[in-house]
């Protein structure tokens, strides 16, 4: 029989969080090889200079890091649904820099999502949806995350 308790947005926090930029994940990646996640924009910076992970140092490739990192689309809506106001201020922030910028070569590009076009009443969880997370101890990886929607 599963126990179900109340968690306190305080206590998954850590999961949730870049340890690159300290913030909420925004278009979170995950490295292939280590499972590691961060911010697109933090990864990519990163890995303009280094190739290995900045948390474990495994190297995620010699030539071409950026093919071994992959948006993670379930551990963004977590972001989204757990914390309140992220999604209304991230599509603000993007309607903002295509407003600036607007260059027909970098507005062509990406979905609606991306260019911050979507209202903010979006429903990335339904109310009623249930979140299950596991945590589950391994001695190569100190702490993995196993999230089911």
């Known amino acids: ?79 989204y649904k757990l914390v309140p106001g992220v999604f209304g201020k991230e599509m603000e922030r993007r309607r903002e820099f295509y407003s600036d910028h607007p260059d027909p070569d970098v507005n062509g590009e990406g979905n609606s999502e991306e260019r911050g076009e979507v209202k903010d009443d979006r429903e990335i969880l339904a109310e009623d949806d249930s979140i299950s997370m596991a945590l589950v101890h391994s001695p190569k990886l100190m702490c993995f995350i196993q999230m089911n929607l």
Do not use: W
């Not at 947005?9 to 278009?27: H, R, S």
């Not at 090889?33 to 995620?60: A, E, G, N, R, S």
């Open 1 to 79: 029989m599963h126990r179900v308790s109340k968690l306190k947005l305080a206590e998954v926090t850590p999961y949730l969080v870049c340890k690159l930029c300290n913030g909420y994940f925004i278009d979170p990646c995950t490295a292939q090889d280590c499972l590691h996640t961060f911010c697109k924009t933090c990864i990519v910076k990163h890995l303009y200079q280094h190739c290995t992970c900045p948390i474990c140092d495994v190297v995620i490739h010699k030539t071409r890091p950026l093919e071994m990192i992959r948006h993670d689309q379930t551990i963004q809506d977590l972001v």
